[in-house]
Structures are given as structure tokens and as C-alpha cells.
């Protein structure tokens, strides 16, 4: 089962905007994690917050998550061409959590337009 | 460190045959993921692998195997190849555990069947 869900599914906006992505998940998770997907290439780690942080920053980044509403966004400062990706959340069970101790949603496709 | 390493990068096949692909996890790392990724179901976990016994399982039929070896080095294999196992094979290393702890992804491995 596929927890984590991502909106919108594709966002379009002007470079130097900025961008924002949600993510929302049903259980109750040990941390979540966002990635970047380049087209056809492998997932780019971005950012892991833990279920008792409530904001991360990393560069032009910020990952905020609200465990009381299951839910956590991801906002691109500035956006720039090459951010133009798929971005991934996943939602991290309690260690040894089984086959469901991480579920990525379907992702959000980014484009930048110059 | 060298990253996530998966060979071969790209595999054409034809239905029926068999087909392993390798993977190299990040030096130190105990736990190997591996995921399908298709258009229509998105990323899918397959196995984890950790100090050479399978940990957890995802969901997919016994055609798909995996192992790990001492030097935490994996491979997975997959039999009786079917048209609909055309996908991106991910390989995911961690330090300890995929639920927990951040994750790092090769370059995938593009498998084709004909």
C-alpha cells in the first residue's frame, strides 16, 4: 500500500518562483523523507525530518511536517531550471517496520520554465 | 564515498529468459533495498537485504529473488521474464535500516523485455 500521497501531481511555474509541494499519510511514522528523481535516473536524497521535528531547512529547501495532521510540504526557494524533477515523499515506520517500513507516494513532476 | 553502484545500466531481453542485476551499496552500509519503478505503479519495494538474510519482502511473485552477499554487495534475479517486468530496477543502500535511516540510490538499472 502506498502511503504517502504527493499534490499536485505536476506544478508548472516561472524560474525564481517558488515552489511548493505537499505530502499526506494515513499511520503514524518514525520520520519522512523527500527525494528528487531527475528523468529516468535514481532518487537524490533530500531531506529527512524525524516525527518530532516540525521544520527543516537545507539550502534553498524547507520541510515542514504536522504530525497532528499527517501531513508535510516541501518548499523550493528561488526555483531554478535545474529543479525541474519528480519529487518523492516516503513515510518511515518504526525500525523493522516489514515490507510497509517505507512507501513512497507517486510524486509531484516539477517544471521550471525559464 | 563512492555512491550506490548498479550494473549492468541498461538490459534488453526477451520473454522467458532470466535476467541478475548487481548492485554496490555505499561502503559501511548494512542494508540494500531494491524497487521496480513503473510508469502506472510507481515505485515499488521489492526486498531489503541485511548481513546476507532477507529482512523484508514486498510484493511480487517468487519469479523475483534477491542476495546479498558478505561484503553487503546484492544481487537480484528475475526468471521467466515477462513483458510487464519492463521497469527502472532501483538499488537503495542504508546504514542500518531502510524505515529509519536515509536512504541512497544508484542509477538504476533500465530493463527492456522484448
Known amino acids: 500500500s502506498q502511503q504517502g500521497e504527493e499534490d499536485p501531481q505536476a506544478l508548472s511555474i516561472q524560474e525564481g518562483e517558488n515552489a511548493t509541494m505537499n505530502c499526506s499519510y494515513k499511520?503514524?511514522?518514525?520520520?519522512l523523507q523527500w527525494y528528487r528523481q531527475n528523468s529516468g535516473r535514481g532518487l537524490v536524497h533530500l531531506i529527512l525530518i524525524r516525527s518530532n521535528e516540525r521544520e527543516k531547512h537545507s539550502g534553498r529547501l524547507r520541510v515542514t511536517l504536522d504530525t497532528s495532521k499527517k501531513s508535510s510540504s516541501l518548499l523550493i526557494t528561488a526555483s531554478r531550471a535545474a529543479d525541474t524533477a519528480s519529487y518523492f515523499c516516503?513515510?518511515?515506520?518504526?525500525?523493522?517496520?516489514?515490507?510497509?517500513?517505507?512507501?513512497f507516494g507517486k510524486g509531484t513532476h516539477l517544471i521550471i520554465q525559464p | 564515498k563512492a555512491g550506490v553502484t548498479q550494473t549492468p545500466r541498461y538490459l534488453i531481453k526477451t520473454r522467458g529468459q532470466q535476467v541478475t542485476l548487481s548492485c554496490s551499496p555505499i561502503?559501511?552500509?548494512?542494508?540494500v533495498s531494491w524497487y521496480q519503478q513503473t510508469p502506472g505503479q510507481g515505485l515499488q519495494f521489492l526486498f531489503e537485504?541485511?548481513?546476507?538474510?532477507?529482512?523484508n519482502k514486498g510484493n511480487f511473485p517468487g519469479r523475483f529473488s534477491g542476495r546479498q552477499f558478505s561484503n553487503s554487495r546484492s544481487e537480484m534475479n528475475v526468471s521467466t521474464l515477462e513483458l510487464g517486468d519492463s521497469a527502472l530496477y532501483l538499488c537503495?543502500?542504508?546504514?542500518?535500516?531502510?524505515?529509519?535511516?536515509?536512504?541512497?540510490f544508484g542509477p538504476g538499472t533500465r530493463l527492456t523485455v522484448l
Open positions: 537503495a543502500s542504508s546504514l542500518e535500516d531502510r524505515s529509519t535511516d536515509t536512504q541512497y
Open positions: 499511520t503514524s511514522i518514525n520520520n
Open positions: 537485504y541485511f548481513s546476507e538474510t532477507q529482512r
Open positions: 516516503a513515510t518511515g515506520l518504526y525500525s523493522g517496520g516489514g515490507a510497509d517500513g517505507l512507501t
Open positions: 561502503s559501511g552500509h548494512r542494508s
